[in-house]
């Protein structure tokens, strides 16, 4: 097997998922807003610290994307945050794509960007730590949406930074995110998914790359969150895997959903309910960023003195969404209660 292949089967290792704590300054801004924290360098930091030391965290959470400011810096005590991580087995990422932007001569859709210097880009992350990448691609819902033009350039931009992820010694998590806002139904969002995945894997096919040195990070297939009508657990597991089992190689070792915006239990039940259904040809597993740190955050509210707390509610939904990798996990669990 190659280091490649180990690294990306340590990232879906049983029981385990990634912790994704690579907001920008803008979204963490957004996150903080909702608290009424103000987005200052060490506040961030200080919230980063919280998550990265809770005791335990690394029973249930194999990996951490970081972003960029996040990478450079370091714990209260000194260490920095990749050395720590992986002091305690968690495997450090970063995400290197510099956002979605409006794709030229296309109303309403995004291209990714972030190629140019990335190469050097991978290098220096690499030395600082990282053993894994992420990269992002958005595509909305619509009448006329996503285009085949933003399917296949942001595929192409996918398969780009993949390879050369790979040529560096880093685990490309590829991420199409085709997003949930809207009242479109959930056949909608299958053909969706189902497009932008198969573009992505003809797109890193014919660029060289490797599928079992990857991660897809994938999202649900669900009706839009304003849909009359939403679709129930069930519906989702079944019309979720039916788009995987179409697009998605069994050489690629495993998918990591993205949360998207679901509530951090609906998050949890989703994909507790696609394990039940298993095995499958690939680890089932979670990337999430609000679903793992949206109760953390409440309970924090920029107090040192909410540190405790804060952890206990983060460790508790990694725990629940580390039962949720072997279908082990039961709403009732969330009544269980959190220790003082
Ligand atoms: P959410 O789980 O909050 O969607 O974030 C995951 C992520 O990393 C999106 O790129």
Redesign the pocket.
Same mark, same amino acid.
């Given at each position: 097997m190659s280091d490649l292949e180990a690294t990306a089967r340590a990232l879906v290792a049983a029981g385990k998922g990634i912790l994704?704590a690579?907001e920008s300054d803008s979204t963490i801004k957004k996150r903080f807003d909702s608290i009424g924290v103000e987005s200052t360098e060490e506040n961030r930091r200080a919230y980063r610290d919280l998550l990265f030391t809770t005791e335990g965290g690394e029973e249930f959470i194999s990996g951490v994307?970081l972003y960029d400011e996040t990478i450079r810096q370091s714990a209260l005590d000194g260490t920095p945050f990749p050395k720590l991580l992986a002091s305690k087995g968690i495997i450090p990422g970063i /995400?290197v794509d510099t956002g979605a932007k409006p794709l030229a001569l296309a109303d309403g859709e995004t291209i990714t960007e972030g190629l140019d210097g990335l190469r050097a880009r991978l290098e220096e992350y690499r030395g600082l730590g990282a053993r894994f990448a /992420?990269w !992002?691609a958005t595509y909305s819902i619509a009448a006329d949406k996503p285009s085949e033009y933003c399917v296949w350039t942001n595929a192409h931009a996918l398969a780009r930074y993949a390879a050369l992820c790979q040529e560096a010694g880093l685990v490309p998590i590829v991420?199409p995110?085709v997003l949930m806002d809207g009242d479109h139904t959930i056949e909608q969002a299958s053909k969706a998914t189902g497009r932008a995945l198969q573009a992505v894997y003809v797109e890193l096919h014919d660029q060289r790359v490797d599928y079992r040195g990857t991660l897809l /990070?994938a999202n649900m297939v669900l009706s839009g969150y304003g849909a009359p009508k939403r679709a129930s657990v069930e519906e989702v597991a079944e019309a979720s895997l039916e788009v995987y089992y179409r697009h998605v190689p069994a050489a690629v070792p495993g998918i990591v959903f993205? #949360? +998207? +915006?679901q509530s951090d239990e609906d998050?949890t039940a989703h994909l507790n309910a696609m394990n039940k259904r298993g095995p499958h040809p690939w680890e089932l597993s979670f #990337?999430? +960023? !609000?679903?793992?740190q949206a109760p953390a955050l409440k309970a924090w509210h920029g107090k040192p003195e909410n540190v405790k707390a804060a952890q206990q509610a983060y460790y508790r939904r990694a725990k629940f969404n580390g039962a949720a990798r072997t279908g082990s996990y039961a709403p009732e669990m969330e009544k269980e209660a959190v220790p003082a």
């Open positions: 994704a690579d994307i /995400k /992420k !992002r991420e995110e /990070k993205l #949360s +998207g +915006g998050a #990337s999430y +960023g !609000r679903a793992l």
